[in-house]
């Protein structure tokens, strides 16, 4: 089937720079809020930096929570969108999608946001195909989602947290592989292939 | 491991690469998006524009750049100088930007720190300080350098991160491009005080200079501008250095 990829558009910023990364990949994809294209989608992508109960809101407005739960095809979360693919989140307490068996909780340690190229360990799965072990990737957030049995692939932040993970055909990264250099591109031309 | 960032900076005037020595004495080297996809494969870990160009076609001409930049450039980038309004900050968050740095403008209006934290969060709010010591106190300056206001360094740094700065850039008006280290006592002070991440900038020479300001001086980041340009230290040598000597980079 001929790959058609959707990046859902909701009001959280850093949806654009994930189209551009693709653009460099040669993939178009479609950024769009309208429940029938992402359903017709064979790949979805769910970006994202903000707030969590806003964006959680605007989503549930939207309908998009019941459109994206229901998704079978692959569907990749980035930052706040894999956080709000979780169970739950101390970010202005609220309660998220709960793909992910797992709750979404504050650094409370070292400087806040955690920002900057960390280091990825323990990686498992084809969104890793041909990414070695301590390869940098950049992150900004400060709320993180401890390790879990849906992690996929760790860093270490005054504790070890989530770098990403899989629920059957969910991923998601806490890091933004549109923003990680070639090994970001990488990680994003795997999920396109998945 | 969180890694030291290595950034470098690039002055923008009317859409070209152009660099002096401690704010003045422009020379053009080129175009934007080229010299940052270039620091990109050197290792670059970020990428601060500042534009200073100072007509009224600015911020149309910013908008496209900052556009041009996002399209091109696969690490994260920071946009400083065309920054007044909330609006601004708006428009080159739609453009692209990762995060915009404000300085004078937020001088003149400090709330406006707490209107773009609150409208798109910290994370994308670099505050940048410019200071120079005077009489006992580090007096901080707007205007590129240009005038003196009565604020002091360390007030005014508690003062922006309490309004909800994500980042401090905090150049030595005194260390700017003298290339004999950074302000690396300041630099430490201000980065024990507060819990959010401080770019050094201003005065580096030498990698021991990163070495000495990832160190004593405690930063978060190194930004550095003529040493990069003119090929006086490369990347990924300062970055084997830097590894060489145990401080946590990105090779």
């Known amino acids: 089937m001929e790959n058609n990829i959707v990046i859902i558009k909701y009001n959280a910023g850093n949806i654009r720079s994930v189209d551009f990364a693709l653009r460099r990949l040669g993939i178009s994809a479609e950024v769009t809020g309208d429940p029938d294209k992402i359903r017709a989608a064979s790949k979805v992508i769910f970006p994202g930096v903000g707030e969590a109960s806003s964006t959680m809101a605007h989503l549930r407005r939207q309908g998009l929570d019941i459109v994206i739960l229901n998704l079978t095809q692959p ?26 068996d797992t709750g979404v909780l504050k650094f409370t340690k070292g400087k806040v946001p955690h920002m900057g190229w960390n280091a990825l360990e323990g990686l498992s799965g084809g969104l890793f195909e041909k990414v070695n072990e301590g390869t940098y990737v950049y992150y900004v957030h400060s709320f993180f989602v401890p390790e879990n049995p849906h992690t996929i692939a760790s860093s270490f932040y005054s504790t070890r947290f989530s770098a990403a993970m899989q629920h059957d055909n969910f991923f998601a990264t806490q890091f933004h592989p549109e923003k990680s250099g070639s090994y970001g591109e990488l990680i994003l031309k795997n999920f396109i292939s998945l | 491991m969180l890694a030291k960032r290595i950034i470098p900076c690039l002055d923008v005037l009317d859409g070209k690469v152009v660099k002096g020595v401690n704010f003045i004495n422009l020379k053009e080297i080129g175009d ?54 909330l609006q601004d900050a708006e428009a080159l968050l739609s453009a692209g930007a990762d995060k915009i740095s404000v300085n004078s403008a937020v001088l003149m209006n400090p709330a406006l720190i707490d209107q773009i934290a609150k409208s798109f969060g910290s994370q994308f709010l670099v505050v940048a300080i410019d200071a120079k010591y005077a009489d006992g106190r580090w007096v901080v300056y707007r205007n590129g350098g240009r005038i003196a206001t009565d604020r002091e360094l360390f007030e005014w740094a508690s003062e922006v991160w309490m309004r909800g700065a994500g980042e401090i850039l905090f150049t030595s008006m005194d260390h700017d491009g ?22 050094a900038s201003g005065g580096a020479g030498t990698p021991e200079h990163f070495l000495e300001v990832f160190t004593k001086g405690k930063a978060d980041a190194a930004l550095a501008a003529s040493v ?17 000597n145990n401080i946590t980079v990105r090779i």
Not at chain 2, 32 to 51: F, I, R
Not at chain 2, 178 to 199: F, H, N, Q, R, W
């Open chain 1, 75 to 100: 569907v990749l979360g980035i930052c706040l969108g894999m956080q709000l693919m979780c169970k739950y989140s101390e970010e202005g307490e609220t309660d998220c999608l709960g793909i992910f």
């Open chain 2, 228 to 244: 990069f340009h003119y090929n006086e230290i490369s990347i990924p040598e300062l970055k084997n250095y830097l590894k060489n």
């Open chain 2, 32 to 85: 934007p998006v080229d010299h940052g996809a270039w620091y990109s494969e050197q290792g670059a870990d970020e990428l601060v524009y500042l534009d200073i160009t100072a007509t009224h076609e600015k911020r149309k001409l910013l908008a496209g750049l900052v556009r041009r930049i996002a399209e091109n450039i696969n690490i994260p980038f920071t946009v400083g100088g065309g920054v007044n309004h």
């Open chain 2, 178 to 199: 003298v290339k004999t280290g950074y302000a690396c006592k300041e630099l430490a002070m201000i980065s024990d005080m507060l819990p959010i991440p401080v770019i």
